[in-house]
């Protein structure tokens, strides 16, 4: 059994954790929710999204919460932009990287940004061209690569292809989303399997929801293949606002007791990353759905 000495685990929370939560959490709660994780030893964050406020109300502030966070040094702070429009707002915030997103199901690239995935493209290019003139590294997101809620099943030859416009454009990483959570870990194996015959390993990263409870088993299945870059939201928050169905994302409190009860490196601090959980889990007023938080009130 294969397994890497030490993963990168890139907090997502604050944008797709956040933007499918029905309380409305005010902005000084996020900033400091934010500084509390800059704190945790994680590397990454994904702090919000530069989207118009009609699509998503509760990225609202994204400015505000991209000027107000403490930067803490070595830790990268990204965001997510869909348009020239989102970008101009991201530099002017001052995100130290920027992430596009598109998804490999025309249907849900139609419902997710009304337009289709090549006129996606024309529009991701000058994103791409604009961000790497300004020394952003660009990240890019593929949903649905395991599964859409409108189309069914994803045919692996659109995934290649897509990934090959988008590392030709000048993404050094390629997270891939299972958007709904219906992967399993012998579908995760088939797929990657097929897609490192044409890219090296090293340039993907994860993204699991756990719909149906297999995110953590479909993580091990990715470790085995030699993925050491995964997507995760603190407590399994998240969802997609146009995936019906899709629940929270793999948990980053999850995540971290899965991996380092396996002996694998992911620099983060147990305890400060369990103050975290139990701060936003108090800001949104419900219980979340990790099972470390779980036990956390148990041992309250």
Not at 87 to 109: G, P, Q, R, V, Y
Not at 248 to 263: Q, S
Not at 276 to 295: C, M
């Amino acid at each position: 059994m294969y397994l890497p000495k030490k993963v990168t685990v890139k907090e997502v929370g604050p944008r797709d954790g956040l933007q499918n939560e029905k309380k409305q959490i005010n902005t000084d709660d996020k900033v400091k929710w934010i500084n509390m994780l800059s704190h945790t030893g994680l590397s990454f964050i994904e702090v919000t999204s530069f989207v118009h406020p009609k699509w998503i109300p509760s990225l609202a502030d994204c400015f505000e919460v991209a000027k107000k966070i403490d930067r803490v040094e070595g830790v990268t702070y990204s965001a997510l932009v869909p348009n020239q429009k989102g970008l101009e707002k991201a530099l002017a915030a001052e995100i130290d990287e920027i992430a596009i997103f598109m998804s490999a199901s025309e249907t849900h690239n139609q419902h997710n940004v009304n337009r289709s995935r090549e006129d996606s493209f024309a529009i991701l290019k000058g994103v791409i061209n604009d961000s790497l003139t300004e020394n952003k590294k660009v990240r890019g997101y593929i949903s649905t690569v395991f599964g859409c809620p409108y189309e069914g099943a994803i045919e692996v030859a659109e995934v290649l292809r897509i990934c090959e416009k988008l590392f030709s454009m000048g993404v050094y990483e390629i997270s891939l989303g299972d958007t709904i959570g219906v992967a399993t870990p012998k579908q995760v194996n088939e797929v990657l399997s097929l897609i490192f015959r044409e890219f090296p390993e090293g340039q993907f990263a994860m993204h699991f929801h756990n719909t149906r409870g297999t995110a953590l088993a479909n993580v091990n299945a990715s470790l085995e293949l030699g993925i050491t870059s995964f997507d995760s939201s603190l407590g399994g928050l998240g969802g997609c606002p146009y995936a019906p169905g899709a629940s929270g994302n793999v948990a980053t409190d999850d995540l971290y007791y899965l991996l380092n009860t396996m002996g694998i490196q992911t620099g983060i601090e147990e305890k400060k990353l369990k103050a975290a959980v139990r701060y936003i889990q108090e800001k949104i007023g419900r219980r979340l759905d990790s099972h470390s938080s779980r036990l956390l009130e148990e041992f309250l």
